[in-house]
């Protein structure tokens, strides 16, 4: 008998999914992660949970459709993590006609039909809120609903109640070598260790890895049909006062984000390129950086140029290869091919897919292998998420309860963790009475206490997996900072790999 019933290659969005999915049906799984969970595309994303406005361009409704179901479910399983926002449209002259994108937006609300969202409406931008910030040419423009997030820690979560759940959780492990026979063999690097192990079946996860894990590690013949596409953000200081985001149609036709970020800042992006080179380094490129600054100008009458960028990241979107030939023309769906045959052990591959869309594919993932385990249901529709289960309360109802129940948390700090940690809060603040309970103050409001849950329960191990991929501290920490961070978690005792 094989160790595990379904070994999952990959701690992205997609494979912490699966691992919860399954792990929940009662599956015996293993998810192997190279490096820190979210470490891929997961962390790089634009971080919205939507529908797509612009895929029904591409007639593709059901993708749309679906997507914007799995908003609703994910806005009621996580409601700390998936937020509502308004995103602002101005109608540009010369662009997609106003009546066009209001039969667009009205089709988006249609297919949103049921969802607790605010619908669109229609704007008058010489007078409202949102077209202050925006040049006096902007007359007209629309407001409609979707989500915003925090991808890692959308991943964290899933992977918390997957290993609550069951499932094992392995980072830092590398899956080297595989061998088929009626079950999988697997060979696995873990931080230098060699381990051995064994799967019913192998489901392959790994996102922009997928062909290269595919074709170098599994040695298969055939090329998998991936087309990696590059897509880059830049961060500024805050560009507008509300709290809304904007949706920027550019003169090729592409569109750009722009959307309040982390507090103090405005995240824009994406740009679309073909990706060929290493997918450990993948950068920005001044070109991309410009692209995205002449964007973001052409609307706001503020300006922005490459030294107002503070930080930069990009990541690659591992798209199911339907033969388009430009890049933002590819399908945003996902496919999952099953290999199967006599004496082979079954293999799961996914190509494609969203953030958005995760829930769903790990659903589906495991209904197209059900047939090898005992009958199981699925689950996940109307499950929380670690974090999310609020009781009756809603989450502004939770954040007052947060600040009257600890009391000396400054307002941002309170707010921080509510929106990372959700009800999980409480077994990070516990029976603390004042800071210095939380222990050391390592600067922007992370105490000791913090960074020790996160390395006891969320497999943190560098200040980078800390600031980066758990609090997105990171724009904010000084070098020096950092440094004690380090050191912070050097003296911390490992839990037990
Ligand atoms: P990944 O997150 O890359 O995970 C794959 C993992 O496999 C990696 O962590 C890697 O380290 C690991 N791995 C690879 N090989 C091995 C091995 N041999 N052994 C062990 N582990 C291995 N979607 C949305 O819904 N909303 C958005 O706003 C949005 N914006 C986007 C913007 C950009 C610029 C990009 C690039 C994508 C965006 N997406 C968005 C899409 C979404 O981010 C991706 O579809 C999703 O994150 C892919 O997740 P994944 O789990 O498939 O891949």
Known sequence: MADYDIAVIGGGINGVGIAREAAGRGLK?????????????SSASTKLIHGGLRYLEQWAFRLVRESLIEREILLKAAPHLVRPIRIVLPVLAGGRSLWMLRLGLHLYDWLARGSTLPPTSELDLTTSLAGGPLRRSFIAGFEYSDCTTDDSRLVIANAIDAQERGATI???????????????????????????????????????????FSEMTMRQKKKAPVRLVKGSHIVVPR??????????????????FAIPYQRDYTLIGTTDNDFVGDLASVTVSREEINYLCDAVSTYFREITSIGDVVWTYAGVRPLYDDGKKAAQETTRDYVLKLDTGFQRAPLLNLYGGKLTTYR????????????????????????????????????DQFRTSV??????????HADRLVDAYGSRIERLLGSAASLDDLGPDLGWSLTGAEVRYLMQHEWAETADDVLWRRTRLGLKFS????????????????PAA
């Open 29 to 41: 799984v293993l998810l192997v992660e190279q490096g820190d969970l979210a470490s891929g595309t």
């Open 170 to 212: 392995m980072t830092h492990t590398r899956c080297v070598r595989t061998e088929r026979g009626d079950d999988w063999s697997l060979v696995l690097n873990s931080r230098g260790r060699r381990i051995v192990t064994t799967a019913r079946v192998l489901i392959n996860a790994t996102g922009p890895w997928t062909a290269l």
């Open 239 to 256: 560009l507008f006062d509300h709290n809304r985001a904007y949706i920027f149609q550019n003169a090729d036709r592409r569109i750009v």
């Open 360 to 395: 769903r594919v790990s659903q589906e993932a495991i209904e197209k292998i059900s047939s090898y385990f005992a009958p199981t249901q699925h689950w996940t529709e109307t499950a929380k998420l670690p974090g999310g289960d609020l009781g009756e309360q809603t989450i």
């Open 403 to 412: 600040k009257e129940r600890w009391p000396f948390l400054e307002e941002d």
């Open 479 to 494: 070098k020096p900072q950092k440094e004690v961070l380090a050191q912070f978690i050097a003296g911390v005792q490992k």
